[in-house]
């Protein structure tokens, strides 16, 4: 099975923001919401999202790169790829 690998900036830029890697998660699951593409992960965080035991994401749209960003994480989903995520963290919230 090939590793499809990705950095993500998954929230925006702020100059107080603390960098986390993911490591290798499977994305669970993937749906558009109005504040962007939301995921599920395998890869649980507390400290960055509360929602499903710090497994949800949102990728914002106004990222410079939102679409190749959201069309590697669709592609990833499709193919039951594995993704390494990259995140600038915000204070704890549930996205999407």
Do not use: H
């Not at 590793?3 to 749906?31: H, M, P």
């Not at 995921?39 to 749209?61: A, M």
């Not at 410079?64 to 963290?89: C, H, P, T, W």
């Amino acid at each position: 099975m090939k590793i499809f690998y990705l950095f993500l900036a998954i929230f925006s830029f702020n100059l107080w923001s603390v960098e986390i890697k993911s490591g290798w998660t499977k994305i669970e699951q993937l749906y558009p919401t109005s504040e962007g593409l939301a995921f599920i992960t395998s890869y649980k965080n507390t400290e960055v999202s509360s929602c499903n035991d710090g497994g949800r994401f949102s990728l914002n749209p106004d990222n410079r790169d939102y679409n190749v960003q959201a069309s590697a994480l669709m592609a990833a989903f499709m193919g039951e790829k594995q993704v390494s995520l990259y995140i600038l963290q915000k204070p704890v919230q549930c996205y999407g």
